[in-house]
């Protein structure tokens, strides 16, 4: 008996003759407040400014559920995580489930995945794989292949675009459209800048969000409770970069594995590592900062570091382009740019990501497509990485599963302006444990965000055109009441309308 998305296939009608290539450049946690095309204050980003004039941004793109391993479970299968089955970083992939890569290799795709991957099981739906194992790391990472595990000198970005030229040059069947999905580890937790950047910032002050020093007060106990602060929650070897004086005292945390990524570089890489962390460690100890002066400190040496992941990012996301133009495939191929989810660059006091506030759920999506998008355009409709899947399907020209919950971009790439769009959002977030975070799930419109936090019974509600940082709590004002009425209304809409177990039968989910 043939696996159901094998028969799906077999039902669908072929694409055009003429098929566009697809490439998909995913990185992980960069924010859009990082990126030149977004208005970034804090850093340039000139390839991915590049990538924006030749095509479209996204000013409106959202994560469905803002953490790793869901947010490539939505890309893939183009369903919310309550029903793929990866609800947070400990769930597992149905292998069996349809994703958007396994039909257009069904379709006549050669398809491609290199990079970091984050889910359990080995991937399926691509004739070629190289992946990270878990998060992987910065420096001589491993990569697993059908064959088994490789460990690769040389920086993890750096190898990660090397290993998708070759594939290009070497491996694809030219008789075939590509998918090839390009996978960042950058700028994820970690932060460890690649050679050619490692004293990029040196001597400048970065920017300083306006809510650094937020107090988070009148909002939920979620936003106190956290354990995500700059100033409390970041690990003085491992985040930082700055080794204990005293080597007989106990590590803890994530410094207890600092040494040994260290360990994995070159004599040369650690070198020119000690060489741009050495005096700047020295000049932290010998100032002694405390307070507010500790808290900024602390705040430039992290900025900086991501700053720097971001900075060989976009080299490299450079690089990758200018082969496709330099090999003639530029115009038959589409170029995506986006990342898993957002991330706090200090808004808030926070690093990481897990929350339903801006920094967090917005992503950057770019998307350059030859004869289809108007170069330099920009679009302001309300977008999902659920709607990755069907607008990739779409491309190709294979019809989209009914059980897929996003919609096609392809419309708003088009110019055209749907009469059906969607004008809210919908958000959900599972995950109890590392950084203390809340579970919640929210609304968001053009302008007004409701969240939920079930088990604390609290609610939040922001109008993001008068309070664009998300410090004025609204729910329970009185002037404000019809509205979150309004959004309680439309929360409960999306819940059943995206079915989510609990909203459609409550009785059944609470057994």
Known sequence: MLPSFLVLVMSLASGPATRPNILLIYSDDHSAEAVGAYGSRINETPHLDSLASEGMVFENAFCTNGICAPARAVVLTGVHSHLNGVRDNGGRLDQERIT??????????????IGKWHLKDNPVGFDHWEVLP????????DFVTEEGTVREEGYVTDLTVDKSIDWLANQWDRDKPFLLMCQNKAPHRGWMPGPDHLTRYDGTVVPEPATLFDDWAGRSQAAANQEMTIDRHLYEYYDLKVPPLDRSVELVGPDRWMDGI?????????KAWDEAYGPRNKAFRQSDPDGDDLHRWKYQRYIKDYLRCIASVDDNTGRLVDWLEENGLAENTIVVYTSDQGFFLGEHGWYDKRFMYE???RSPLIVRWPGVIEP????????????????????????TPSEMQGSSLVPLMQGQSPDDWRESIYYEYFEKGIHAVEPHYGVRTDRFKLIHFPALDEWELFDLEQDPDEVINLSGDPDHAAKEAELRTELERLRIHYKVPEAVDPVQSSR
């Open 100 to 113: 958007f890569p396994r039909l257009l290799q069904a379709d006549g795709y050669n398809t491609a995945l």
């Open 134 to 141: 878990g998060q992987g790391h910065y420096y001589s990472p």
């Open 262 to 270: 260290l360990a994995r570089m070159t004599p040369s890489q650690r």
């Open 359 to 361: 920094p967090s759920l």
């Open 376 to 399: 330099g355009s920009r679009n302001s409709h309300l977008v999902q990485n659920l709607d990755l899947a069907p607008t990739f399907l779409a491309m190709a020209g294979v019809d």
